[in-house]
């Protein structure tokens, strides 16, 4: 009849389909949560220098620093299906070269089963704030927002911009301190 190898095969192949069918189910069982939360920004300390930027050109650029607060509670975002949030800070502006230039400040992973309420005070920010040019230097619009990916153990990686932003204007003169 058949060969134990041949029946080996075909109960393998029909598992591995009724797992494929299950994962897809456990899929549709989350793919249509919102994964909405509000964020609270504010920002404590706005400077602006003009210095050399070494890694792209010998001319001198904005660079941007900031200190900032954020809460944001995002515990109603894990379920059983998401593995953990890859939570990011954006500042999004107009500059005279740019119509749009966006610029990720700071990040962090939060994984299931961590405290995921964010409650942070003068917060520094874990990237360089940097403008191709010179177009912070008395920039009035430039908005922070929070936006986080939910990656799941099954299903599609979203990308989510969490309501509530903050909006700041850099000052008009470049600072020689040093920012503490």
Not at 94 to 99: F, G, H, I, M
Not at 119 to 135: A, I, L, S, V
């Amino acid at each position: 009849m058949h060969t134990f190898l041949t029946r080996g095969n075909a109960l393998l192949t029909f598992t591995l389909s009724v797992l494929a069918g299950l994962t897809f189910f456990c899929f549709l069982s989350t793919a249509l949560n919102a994964y909405s939360a509000t964020a609270t920004i504010d920002t404590v300390k706005v400077l602006v220098k003009n210095v050399p930027d070494y890694s792209a050109q010998k001319e001198k650029q904005d660079l941007g620093y900031l200190m900032f607060d954020l809460q944001a509670n995002l515990d109603p975002l894990f379920n059983w299906n998401a593995k953990q949030l890859f939570v990011f800070l954006t500042a999004e502006y107009e500059s005279l070269d740019n119509k749009l230039n966006q610029v990720v400040l700071w990040d962090k992973i939060i994984q299931r089963g961590e405290n995921a309420n964010l409650d942070m005070k003068n917060m520094n920010t874990n990237y360089y704030f940097w403008d191709d040019g010179n177009g912070l230097r008395g920039n009035s619009n430039v908005t922070l927002t929070l936006s986080w990916n939910v990656i799941p153990n099954a299903g599609m990686l979203s990308i989510v911009r969490g309501s509530g932003s903050h909006s700041f204007s850099f000052p008009n003169e470049y600072t020689n301190v040093r920012a503490q």
